[in-house]
């Protein structure tokens, strides 16, 4: 009887506590300290004494994470019984002066560890290798005010369902619908005013309405999306919370209050009035008119001191427009803005200089950190051309191209501003810092990033685009290691497939196809330098190098000779330490050797190349002893108007800074931009 008793008494218990982790509810009217049940970590935090929790604090590269810290169990009742309702206040409030910054998310996590995330667009939730992941186990409907083309956004004032990635399943312009007008009308999510939210969830419907504050609930929710949460939390909990980050952009992010519950009809409202007021940034106090008076007399007096600095000034900011110019405005840079964001182009920005210019690393305001070539001219003949092809290739779209923001220009001098790509160029890590290397998943995905790229610069464009300067100090890494391909003040547009003259030959020792002092550059020879590249991002050695014993100074015929020894897979670069898949850098290298044949036509195309590296394709069948595989290329040195550079980058043989033939397609300027390494 007694057994009988305490058995009876241990299942009322167990009932109770399940009980009690199924009906998970809570409000907060406001936080603080004392009463808020939450898990804070970077930035967040909550202000005292009105309760505001505050998610980033209106500085760049931040992300804050407020979690309540018990998890929301689903238990083991079907996803069809499963169901939550919340409601929330949040204000995002821009800076003056500031166009713009990054938005916040609703989140569902199965962990509140979320400290391996990035700010910026990823918004505190991912980084480069969690987002897309099915492991991540993360629902989330983004508030997000800045749009990203990396992840589709459709512009930036938009709210988004998110599972696993921040490639929204779903996704719409921030507005709510007016029950009294009959129609949407549209929100702003960054102008500091507080907004509702009520995230609705039943069976596996996933509603996420919106309102102004004071609003009713509106009957028409802003999106619907079926979501089964059982398939992206497999463990059947997950932690509530809010995640918000700033990159470049910034702006302060608070949450107001907040409820939930389980069942919808036992949701608690929130009490407007109990709310925290949301803190915007101050104004500056207007002068009184004492000061105003003052301020007046000495302007005029600093007006007459300052007419001399002017004139000095114009004349040490001056540049070169012409009639021609005006249509590229937007992408035109002033000489101003760019010595103010090198510093005066001051040595200690500088990045590296070659034989046809400098690079300094500069910072502009709203864009970030850039890269200035400063190119020397003195040839008016085929400028209009050339700016326009530069205007051109600056338009065009691939996620691993280095962005050609604009350019200027000034008597005897131009100037080509990029992106600056903090990785460094891949040459940095091959030659010249010994402390860190790169692995081979790490090349591989360079290689890849690369190949793609130019099958997109060779097919995709809209007009085919020749390089013409393929190699590793032109290939550009950014913090997460990832290639993007850069250097396009050689680059041209392929005049419907036909070679560009041979007179506007240009190119690096070791890259250089044997057809170019003949025939000219095109898409071939685009494939002999990636070739080269292949092999010495594989190798570890420069395609050419003088300083090493004379049978492996040339880098094709040495692969080869090890591949006709019976295993090429000698030829890998020595500090990987055996660390790599044989099978792939097998693949690799003969596709290096295939794409340096010395037989034009027997080059892939770059589309080949991509099917081969990515092994949706077999390599066709070839040997060391195929005519035209391991053939060295004499060095292409007294051809008239051949530009060569090392293949450091770091000299050249011959420079001409502007020449041009009777054919359009020959106008070009040759050097070799260097962004980040230095070199």
Same mark, same amino acid.
């Given at each position: 009887?007694?057994?009988?008793?305490?058995?009876?008494?241990?299942?009322?218990?167990?009932?109770?506590?399940?009980?009690?982790?199924?009906?998970?509810?809570?409000?907060?009217?406001?936080?603080?300290?004392?009463?808020?049940?939450?898990?804070?970590?970077?930035?967040?935090?909550?202000?005292?004494?009105?309760?505001?929790?505050?998610?980033?604090?209106?500085?760049?590269?931040?992300?804050?994470?407020?979690?309540?810290?018990?998890?929301?169990?689903?238990?083991?009742?079907?996803?069809?019984?499963?169901?939550?309702?919340?409601?929330?206040?949040?204000?995002?409030?821009?800076?003056?002066?500031?166009?713009?910054?990054?938005?916040?998310?609703?989140?569902?996590?199965?962990?509140?560890?979320?400290?391996?995330?990035?700010?910026?667009?990823?918004?505190?939730?991912?980084?480069?290798?969690?987002?897309?992941?099915?492991?991540?186990?993360?629902?989330?409907?983004?508030?997000?005010?800045?749009?990203?083309?990396?992840?589709?956004?459709?512009?930036?004032?938009?709210?988004?369902?998110?599972?696993? @990635? =921040?490639? &929204?399943?779903?996704?719409?312009?921030?507005?709510?619908? *007016?029950?009294?007008? /009959?129609?949407?009308? $549209? !929100?702003?999510?960054?102008?500091?005013?507080?907004?509702?939210?009520?995230?609705?969830?039943?069976?596996?419907?996933?509603?996420?309405?919106?309102?102004?504050?004071?609003?009713?609930?509106?009957?028409?929710?802003?999106?619907?999306?079926?979501?089964?949460?059982?398939?992206?939390?497999?463990?059947?909990?997950?932690?509530?919370?809010?995640?918000?980050?700033?990159? @470049? =952009?910034? &702006?302060?992010?608070?949450?107001?209050?907040?409820?939930? *519950?389980?069942?919808? /009809?036992?949701?608690? $409202? !929130?009490?407007?009035?109990?709310?925290?007021?949301?803190?915007?940034?101050?104004?500056?106090?207007?002068?009184?008119?004492?000061?105003?008076?003052?301020?007046?007399?000495?302007?005029?007096?600093?007006?007459?001191?300052?007419?001399?600095?002017?004139?000095?000034?114009?004349?040490?900011?001056?540049?070169?427009?012409?009639?021609?110019?005006?249509?590229?405005?937007?992408?035109?840079? &002033?000489?101003?803005?760019?010595?103010?964001?090198?510093?005066?182009?001051?040595?200690?920005?500088?990045?590296?200089?070659?034989?046809?210019?400098?690079?300094?690393?500069?910072?502009?305001?709203?864009?970030?950190?850039?890269?200035?070539?400063?190119?020397?001219?003195?040839?008016?003949?085929?400028?209009?051309?050339?700016?326009?092809?530069?205007?051109?290739?600056?338009?065009?779209?691939?996620?691993?191209?280095?962005?050609?923001?604009?350019?200027?220009?000034?008597?005897?001098?131009?100037?080509?501003?990029?992106?600056?790509?903090?990785?460094?160029?891949?040459?940095?890590?091959?030659?010249?810092?010994?402390?860190?290397?790169?692995?081979?998943?790490?090349?591989?995905?360079?290689?890849?990033?690369?190949?793609?790229?130019?099958?997109?610069?060779?097919?995709?464009?809209?007009?085919?685009?020749?390089?013409?300067?393929?190699?590793?100090?032109?290939?550009?890494?950014?913090?997460?290691?990832?290639?993007?391909?850069?250097?396009?003040?050689?680059?041209?547009?392929?005049?419907?497939?036909?070679?560009?003259?041979?007179?506007?030959?240009?190119?690096?020792?070791?890259?250089?196809?044997?057809?170019?002092?003949?025939?000219?550059?095109?898409?071939?020879?685009?494939?002999?330098?990636?070739?080269?590249?292949?092999?010495?991002?594989?190798?570890?050695?420069?395609?050419?190098?003088?300083?090493?014993?004379?049978?492996?100074?040339?880098?094709?015929?040495?692969?080869?000779?090890?591949?006709?020894?019976?295993?090429?897979?000698?030829?890998?670069?020595?500090?990987?330490?055996?660390?790599?898949?044989?099978?792939?850098?097998?693949?690799?290298?003969?596709?290096?050797?295939?794409?340096?044949?010395?037989?034009?036509?027997?080059?892939?195309?770059?589309?080949?190349?991509?099917?081969?590296?990515?092994?949706?394709?077999?390599?066709?069948?070839?040997?060391?002893?195929?005519?035209?595989?391991?053939?060295?290329?004499?060095?292409?040195?007294?051809?008239?108007?051949?530009?060569?550079?090392?293949?450091?980058?770091?000299?050249?043989?011959?420079?001409?800074?502007?020449?041009?033939?009777?054919?359009?397609?020959?106008?070009?300027?040759?050097?070799?931009?260097?962004?980040?390494?230095?070199?």
């Amino acid at each position: 009887m007694a057994q009988r008793f305490h058995l009876l008494l241990l299942f009322f218990v167990n009932l109770i506590f399940l009980s009690s982790q199924q009906d998970l509810n809570f409000i907060y009217n406001g936080f603080n300290q004392n009463q808020a049940n939450l898990h804070l970590d970077g930035s967040a935090k909550i202000e005292s004494p009105d309760g505001l929790l505050q998610l980033t604090n209106a500085t760049l590269q931040q992300m804050g994470h407020a979690f309540f810290n018990r998890p929301f169990e689903f238990g083991s009742a079907s996803s069809q019984s499963l169901s939550f309702s919340t409601h929330f206040v949040f204000a995002l409030a821009p800076k003056p002066g500031v166009d713009g910054g990054h938005g916040i998310a609703f989140v569902l996590s199965s962990s509140m560890d979320l400290t391996h995330a990035v700010p910026t667009q990823y918004l505190g939730l991912f980084n480069i290798s969690s987002n897309g992941s099915p492991t991540s186990h993360l629902l989330a409907i983004e508030f997000d005010t800045v749009q990203s083309a990396e992840f589709d956004d459709i512009d930036k004032n938009h709210v988004g369902i998110d599972e696993n @990635s =921040l490639q &929204s399943t779903v996704s719409a312009s921030a507005s709510y619908y *007016s029950d009294k007008e /009959g129609k949407n009308k $549209s !929100l702003t999510l960054l102008s500091g005013d507080p907004i509702e939210v009520w995230i609705d969830y039943e069976g596996t419907l996933l509603n996420v309405t919106l309102a102004p504050l004071r609003n009713q609930k509106p009957s028409k929710p802003l999106l619907s999306r079926t979501v089964n949460l059982t398939e992206i939390f497999p463990d059947r909990k997950a932690f509530l919370g809010f995640s918000g980050a700033t990159g @470049s =952009l910034i &702006s302060s992010q608070y949450i107001l209050g907040w409820s939930f *519950s389980r069942n919808r /009809g036992l949701l608690q $409202s !929130l009490d407007i009035s109990k709310l925290p007021a949301v803190p915007h940034f101050k104004n500056p106090k207007k002068a009184s008119p004492p000061l105003i008076a003052l301020f007046v007399l000495l302007t005029l007096i600093g007006m007459a001191v300052l007419g001399g600095v002017y004139l000095y000034r114009r004349k040490k900011y001056a540049e070169v427009r012409e009639p021609w110019e005006k249509e590229y405005g937007p992408l035109r840079y &002033s000489y101003e803005s760019l010595y103010k964001a090198t510093r005066g182009f001051h040595k200690d920005g500088r990045l590296g200089e070659g034989g046809f210019g400098e690079v300094y690393k500069g910072t502009l305001p709203l864009i970030g950190d850039i890269a200035v070539k400063k190119l020397s001219h003195d040839a008016e003949q085929g400028m209009k051309q050339f700016v326009a092809e530069v205007v051109t290739m600056g338009s065009l779209q691939h996620k691993n191209l280095v962005p050609l923001l604009g350019y200027c220009r000034r008597k005897g001098e131009l100037l080509l501003v990029s992106k600056y790509m903090e990785g460094g160029s891949v040459d940095q890590y091959l030659f010249y810092d010994d402390r860190q290397t790169l692995s081979w998943s790490q090349r591989i995905t360079i290689l890849r990033d690369i190949a793609s790229v130019l099958c997109y610069l060779h097919t995709g464009a809209t007009q085919a685009v020749l390089h013409r300067d393929i190699k590793a100090s032109n290939v550009m890494l950014n913090g997460n290691l990832q290639g993007f391909l850069g250097d396009f003040g050689m680059a041209r547009f392929d005049d419907h497939g036909t070679n560009i003259s041979a007179t506007a030959a240009v190119g690096t020792i070791g890259y250089m196809a044997l057809e170019l002092a003949s025939t000219g550059t095109s898409t071939k020879t685009d494939v002999y330098a990636f070739g080269a590249f292949m092999l010495e991002v594989t190798c570890g050695r420069r395609p050419f190098d003088p300083d090493i014993p004379i049978e492996k100074r040339q880098l094709v015929k040495w692969v080869c000779e090890c591949w006709r020894k019976g295993s090429i897979v000698d030829a890998i670069d020595t500090r990987l330490r055996g660390k790599f898949v044989r099978g792939e850098v097998e693949i690799v290298l003969k596709l290096g050797l295939l794409c340096t044949s010395i037989v034009p036509e027997s080059r892939p195309t770059m589309e080949k190349v991509v099917q081969y590296i990515n092994r949706h394709q077999r390599l066709p069948v070839f040997s060391p002893d195929t005519p035209g595989i391991g053939v060295l290329t004499p060095v292409l040195i007294g051809v008239p108007s051949l530009a060569i550079t090392s293949s450091s980058g770091a000299s050249s043989v011959s420079a001409p800074s502007v020449s041009s033939s009777s054919s359009n397609n020959s106008r070009f300027i040759s050097h070799t931009i260097i962004y980040g390494d230095g070199r």
